[in-house]
């Protein structure tokens, strides 16, 4: 702009003058104003919109992100000594998991342990929505707002089902699976959008010619276990009513199989075997989770989860250990944990 203003002028411009501090303010704001458009364009198109721009997208297509969701499970508060009283525990009492950075988890409901009886085992949820609220067996063993008269708490199973809000990466993967495959009242697509749109449900398959021509079957599955019989039952009603004029369609729970980590690893420095065991398990959750109905279990794919974690330096799987393909009707739920350190 100084080069062109010189040419048309006939003479340089002093840096300190007027015009050249004007001419200064103007390239500035032409520059964020082409920054501005550059970055307006990528928002109009999916591989490269973000945030609440790309939420657009996903809903001009049917679909929302998935929101963050709490792990659940079920608190045991017992006593040494049978009382002669019942005894309430509120909704909301607070027990903690004996870590560096403690999970809260919460009770969702009132209880009570009977008189002469020694445990009972109350449903709760993570205080917080995330990954970081799913807990390991036997990990929530601190007393926050208990009752005094309860001796021990504890979590007999694992809480799982917690999950943090989808990011933009997973959700520009399904809106990019959504218009290679545009749900069209006839295809697999469109049965799994209407098994989704059904509370409870988190993950949907489809079985074409389960029965013979004209027929298919919606497998669902919820977030961390099989669905009701409630949710099926909407499911099959939602399926049935909508479906393509002439098809037989039919809905069921999917089928579970329980995939196991068995893995040696090296411990960066700074991070405990119970620290590594929590992150580790955390992640091999995750990823087993997002695997859907007739998905793949890749183990490139696991070992990427598992660097992520930050909290080691190398991992060596068991040699039994390889992918796998579920079947069109089958969804893969994490399994047992065995972590080894790798002898040097």
């Not at 001009?60 to 992100?65: D, H, K, L, S, Y």
């Not at 799994?192 to 074409?208: I, N, R, T």
């Not at 037989?248 to 620290?275: N, W």
């Amino acid at each position: 702009m100084k080069r062109r203003y010189q040419e048309e002028c006939g003479f340089e411009i002093d840096e300190a003058s007027d015009i050249a501090i004007r001419l200064r303010v103007l390239a500035g704001e032409i520059y964020n104003m082409q920054t501005t458009l550059e970055w307006t364009k990528r928002q109009f198109f999916p591989e490269t919109a973000a945030g609440e721009y790309l939420d657009h997208l996903a809903r001009q297509r049917g679909m929302e992100r998935r929101p963050a969701a709490k792990a659940k499970g079920r608190l045991t508060f017992s006593v040494d000594t049978p009382l002669s009283y019942t005894l309430t525990i509120p909704a909301g009492t607070v027990v903690a998991t004996d870590s560096e950075i403690p999970v809260r988890l919460v009770t969702t409901e009132d209880a009570s342990l009977p008189a002469a009886n020694y445990s009972v085992a109350v449903p709760a949820e993570a205080e917080l929505s995330g990954y970081s609220g799913n807990v390991l067996t036997g990990m929530a063993t601190v007393f926050v707002s208990v009752p005094s008269a309860i001796s021990h708490v504890t979590n007999a199973a694992a809480f799982r089902g917690g999950r943090d809000e989808e990011d933009d990466t997973a959700l520009r993967e399904r809106l990019r699976e959504n218009m290679l495959a545009p749900p069209n009242g006839m295809n697999a697509a469109f049965y799994c959008q209407l098994a989704l749109s059904v509370d409870g449900v988190e993950k949907a398959g489809v079985v074409s010619r389960f029965n013979g021509d004209g027929t298919a079957k919606v497998f669902v599955h919820g977030s961390t276990g099989a669905v009701s019989d409630e949710v099926l039952a909407e499911v099959r009603r939602v399926v049935t009513e909508q479906g393509c004029l002439g098809a037989r369609i039919d809905a069921g729970k999917a089928i579970t199989q329980l995939l196991d980590l068995d893995i040696y690893v090296t411990p960066r420095i700074g991070f405990t075997m119970e620290d590594v065991t929590v992150l580790l398990t955390g992640a091999f959750e995750q990823y087993i989770y997002s695997i859907p109905i007739g998905g793949r279990f890749c183990l490139s794919a696991l070992g990427k989860h598992l660097l992520e974690t930050g909290c080691i330096d190398n991992y060596e799987y068991e040699m039994t250990m390889s992918d796998m393909v579920a079947g069109g009707s089958t969804c893969f739920l994490p399994g047992d944990v065995t972590i080894g350190v790798i002898q040097s």
